[in-house]
């Protein structure tokens, strides 16, 4: 069931749970995510990394789009981390629900002026935005930021962009880290409670791939209603071909490809069960009529 992005975050952001954003490269991504959301019976997110996007183009959005559309629960479809004004352009005209307008690597200004810019191109074709204000650390597609370069986002800073921005959600860096963890995570919850003080639309933590359940039970609590996940789910992908692959002398392609689905498939389970949008399914169908689609 297609469902718009925003639609996914409100539903969540009034009940009081977490919606799985996970990143996807390919058949068996997608149909990982849409297996376990089935099973699980609750929504999930398709998202395309720019850098899957440049590989798959716009028959991947498709590929995406259709397979949401003939789920049996609600599943959105976004473009992840894209400071493209062009692939932005590209994804909408495509079909994409949302899109993450990542101005963040800009000063603040910049970033409002872009973000306002693409909010007001997606709005125009009914699709949703993601901003992100302040600059998420560590390593995901080859996009590499140190952590000097990081900056925790500023709860005044950010009520004043969502409010001249006017987007449908907000990233924040509370000490959440792409990629791999080095040592335990540290996350400021005080300083996400006064960023959820200080704005009304769904929070967002990207860097979920590591963070213990305390810390993700937290987060909701404090407001957080969509995790990205990504490092996990290549890493069971990439376990198979370098584990399990070597010992398969007689395997088939399509052995192959139900092998990485289902390894995937666990791991977006386990999350799914973990973010507490599990059996949520049936709170889409009961707000259709109080929750507008974008």
């Excluded at 995406?64 to 049996?72: F, G, H, N, R």
């Excluded at 995570?185 to 003080?197: H, N």
């Excluded at 979920?208 to 996940?229: D, H, T």
Aim: glycine residues 6%; charged residues 20%.
């Amino acid at each position: 069931m297609l469902t718009s992005t925003s639609k996914l975050l409100q539903v969540a952001q009034r009940n009081t749970y977490a919606v799985g954003a996970f990143n996807i490269y390919n058949l068996e991504g997608i149909k990982a995510v849409i297996n376990a959301a089935e099973a699980e019976n609750g929504p999930a997110m398709l998202q395309v990394h720019p850098s899957s996007l440049g590989y798959g183009g716009s028959p991947l959005i498709a590929l995406c789009l259709a397979a949401a559309s003939s789920a049996a629960v609600p599943v959105a479809v976004q473009l992840d981390h894209c400071s493209d004004a062009d692939e932005i352009r590209s994804a909408l005209d495509a079909g994409i629900q949302s899109v993450l307008a990542d101005g963040s690597h800009s000063p603040i200004a910049e970033n409002l002026a872009f973000t306002t810019e693409m909010t007001t191109l997606a709005h125009s074709q009914n699709a949703g935005v993601e901003a992100e204000v302040g600059r998420i650390s560590g390593t995901e597609d080859g996009l590499a930021v140190a952590e000097k370069e990081a900056k925790m986002t500023d709860p005044d800073q950010a009520r004043d962009f969502v409010k001249q921005a006017q987007v449908d959600a907000l990233a924040v860096t509370i000490g959440n880290v792409h990629g791999k963890y080095q040592g335990e995570p540290k996350l400021d919850f005080d300083r996400l409670s006064s960023i959820r003080k200080a704005v009304d639309i769904p929070l967002v933590l990207h860097g979920a791939s590591g963070l213990p359940a305390q810390m993700i039970q937290q987060s909701i609590q404090l407001g957080v209603c969509k995790f990205n996940v990504n490092t996990e789910l290549r890493q069971a992908y990439l376990d198979f071909w370098r584990t399990d692959f070597p010992s398969r002398t007689k395997a088939d392609v399509l052995d192959c490809m139900e092998a990485t689905t289902e390894a995937m498939q666990a791991v977006v389970a386990e999350k799914l069960r973990l973010f507490g949008s599990t059996g949520k399914a049936s709170l889409y169908e009961a707000s259709a009529e109080t929750v507008p689609t974008t």
